[in-house]
């Protein structure tokens, strides 16, 4: 990309994205300028981190500027920002380059990409593609998240050597793009959602989200969640080379013969993609029906990409997820840590519970908030929880209501929370931090939270 060296480049607002976008061009060489609609008192922080750059962009901060657009070479948005900017029409009606984060660094991604698209489970299947991926010794880029943008793949120091590029794609982002053709697009689930202000109905939003399908060609390859989209048309009639993958038996279902594909049967994973393949699941890392069937998705992904079955088989067994998202961080003396420190809400609390066989010891607790009620928690608590552990704010309240649920004991700081929940355990347990509330008593933010209680029991 030396060629935009010296290129006057607009980046068109200023979250994680934005800077992402803000080293590329700045390694490269450009004359920055930013814009963000949001007023200057609301960006404080963004501004501290612009005025670090060498040389500074220039800013536009509480409005977007014509001129700003118009003088431009290049105009880079990132993918939350609606495209139909009045001044990005105008933009384009005057000839000038006009990207999404996204399409930019597609247009500039030589490599094979690999989408997972659909409404959810897009991150980890991405990451046990990712996983695998590497231990068959593959060279992987794994992003399309706002932590981790695709824009960050072009500034790798060996992006030439990358095999694969992995990628999450929401309609949102694919509203973006106009020509997107990865080698791989898989499909876990299709749920009608709609973005105010970005698409005029449920039916845009799936027109937009099954895109990627329709442009496959036979040469590429479609993995679908045979259990909720084997009705689907679209991807029923695909041109692309499809393969199915089921929680079920495809024996069962009679469709053995039908299709190709990953299924469960006979206690084990059989995937007749390529060749036949078994694989075991009795020392699966991560929890949960919908990591099983993610799990189901990166596998028939992996077996269509000719990866061995013993990289698939380590990947099965060693994965651990998603950082804070049910994170299997290790197993200490016969016991299990577990870091779910993403589940601030008491529904996504039991969401978790529902996903151990057996009882935890669950650490939960954190900022209170005025009028929030705990009642209807207190069987999930009876039937999920051998030994509850309550730390921060919310503590007294959630012991007032949950406390009589089962052994319960409140302490004084998160460290004490830990080292009492390992003190109360033995072989075989299995300790769980998931929140269930706010993590800002204390804490940053949940990240912060999840990575200082797995800095505390490697410190154990």
Same mark, same amino acid.
């Given at each position: 990309?030396?060629?935009?060296?010296?290129?006057?480049?607009?980046?068109v607002?200023l979250?994680?994205?934005?800077?992402?976008?803000?080293?590329?061009?700045?390694q490269?060489?450009?004359?920055?300028?930013?814009?963000?609609?949001?007023?200057?008192f609301?960006?404080?922080?963004?501004?501290?981190?612009l005025?670090?750059?060498n040389?500074?962009?220039?800013?536009?901060?509480?409005?977007?500027?014509?001129?700003?657009?118009t003088?431009?070479?290049?105009?880079v948005?990132s993918s939350?920002?609606?495209?139909?900017?009045?001044q990005?029409?105008?933009a384009?009606?005057?000839?000038r380059?006009?990207?999404?984060?996204f399409?930019f660094?597609?247009?500039?991604?030589?490599k094979?990409v690999v989408?997972?698209?659909?409404?959810?489970?897009?991150?980890?299947?991405a990451?046990m593609?990712?996983?695998?991926?590497?231990?068959?010794?593959?060279n992987?880029?794994?992003?399309?998240?706002?932590?981790?943008p695709?824009?960050?793949?072009?500034?790798?120091?060996?992006?030439?050597?990358i095999?694969?590029?992995?990628?999450?794609?929401?309609?949102?982002?694919l509203?973006?793009?106009t020509?997107?053709?990865?080698?791989?697009?898989i499909y876990?689930n299709?749920?009608?959602?709609?973005?105010?202000?970005r698409?005029?109905?449920?039916g845009?939003?799936l027109?937009?989200?099954?895109?990627?399908?329709k442009?496959?060609?036979?040469?590429?390859?479609?993995?679908?969640?045979f259990?909720?989209l084997?009705g689907?048309?679209i991807l029923?009639?695909?041109?692309?080379?499809?393969f199915?993958?089921?929680?079920?038996?495809?024996?069962?279902?009679?469709?053995?013969?039908?299709i190709?594909?990953?299924?469960?049967?006979?206690?084990?994973?059989?995937?007749?993609i390529?060749?036949?393949?078994?694989?075991?699941?009795?020392?699966?890392?991560?929890?949960?029906?919908n990591?099983?069937?993610?799990?189901?998705?990166?596998?028939?992904?992996?077996k269509?990409?000719?990866?061995?079955?013993s990289?698939?088989q380590?990947?099965?067994?060693?994965?651990?997820?998603?950082?804070?998202?049910?994170?299997?961080?290790?197993?200490?003396?016969?016991?299990?840590?577990?870091?779910?420190?993403k589940?601030?809400?008491m529904?996504?609390?039991? #969401?978790? =519970?529902?996903?151990?066989? /057996?009882?935890?010891i @669950?650490? &939960?607790g954190g !900022?209170e908030?005025? *009028?929030?009620?705990?009642?209807?928690y207190?069987?999930i608590m009876?039937?999920?929880v051998?030994?509850l552990?309550?730390?921060?704010e919310?503590?007294?309240?959630?012991?007032?209501?949950?406390?009589e649920?089962?052994? #319960?004991? =409140?302490?004084?700081?998160? /460290?004490?929370?830990? @080292?009492? &929940?390992?003190? !109360?355990?033995?072989? *075989?347990?299995t300790?769980?931090?998931?929140?269930?509330?706010d993590?800002?008593d204390?804490?940053?933010d949940?990240?912060?939270?999840?990575?200082?209680?797995?800095?505390?029991?490697f410190?154990?």
């Amino acid at each position: 990309m030396e060629h935009l060296k010296g290129k006057k480049v607009l980046i068109v607002g200023l979250g994680k994205t934005g800077f992402a976008l803000l080293n590329l061009f700045n390694q490269i060489g450009c004359e920055i300028k930013v814009t963000d609609i949001k007023p200057i008192f609301d960006l404080n922080k963004q501004v501290k981190r612009l005025k670090k750059f060498n040389p500074a962009p220039a800013m536009t901060l509480g409005e977007h500027r014509e001129e700003d657009f118009t003088s431009a070479d290049i105009i880079v948005y990132s993918s939350s920002v609606d495209p139909n900017l009045p001044q990005l029409n105008v933009a384009r009606e005057q000839g000038r380059a006009v990207y999404s984060d996204f399409a930019f660094a597609y247009a500039n991604c030589k490599k094979p990409v690999v989408a997972i698209c659909g409404s959810y489970g897009r991150t980890t299947i991405a990451n046990m593609i990712g996983f695998t991926l590497r231990v068959d010794k593959k060279n992987v880029f794994v992003g399309g998240t706002s932590d981790e943008p695709f824009i960050n793949y072009l500034m790798l120091p060996n992006k030439d050597e990358i095999d694969y590029v992995v990628v999450e794609v929401s309609p949102l982002q694919l509203q973006t793009v106009t020509h997107f053709k990865p080698i791989m697009a898989i499909y876990p689930n299709l749920e009608e959602k709609v973005t105010s202000g970005r698409f005029k109905g449920p039916g845009e939003f799936l027109d937009t989200a099954l895109k990627v399908a329709k442009d496959l060609g036979p040469e590429d390859y479609l993995i679908v969640n045979f259990d909720k989209l084997a009705g689907n048309s679209i991807l029923r009639n695909c041109q692309a080379q499809t393969f199915w993958y089921s929680r079920k038996s495809f024996v069962s279902m009679g469709v053995i013969n039908e299709i190709q594909g990953t299924h469960f049967h006979d206690k084990r994973i059989h995937s007749n993609i390529n060749f036949h393949s078994e694989f075991k699941v009795t020392e699966m890392r991560i929890v949960g029906q919908n990591n099983r069937e993610n799990m189901l998705s990166a596998i028939t992904a992996c077996k269509a990409l000719k990866c061995s079955d013993s990289s698939i088989q380590f990947a099965i067994e060693n994965f651990p997820g998603i950082p804070h998202r049910i994170e299997f961080v290790i197993e200490k003396n016969g016991v299990k840590f577990y870091n779910d420190s993403k589940s601030e809400t008491m529904d996504e609390l039991k #969401t978790t =519970l529902d996903a151990f066989k /057996d009882p935890v010891i @669950l650490i &939960a607790g954190g !900022k209170e908030i005025e *009028g929030l009620s705990f009642d209807k928690y207190f069987g999930i608590m009876a039937e999920k929880v051998r030994c509850l552990v309550l730390v921060g704010e919310v503590k007294e309240s959630m012991n007032r209501v949950l406390g009589e649920a089962t052994q #319960t004991f =409140l302490v004084g700081s998160f /460290d004490e929370s830990v @080292l009492l &929940a390992y003190q !109360k355990s033995r072989t *075989g347990d299995t300790i769980l931090l998931c929140p269930g509330n706010d993590s800002t008593d204390v804490f940053r933010d949940y990240e912060e939270k999840g990575n200082y209680y797995k800095k505390l029991i490697f410190q154990l």
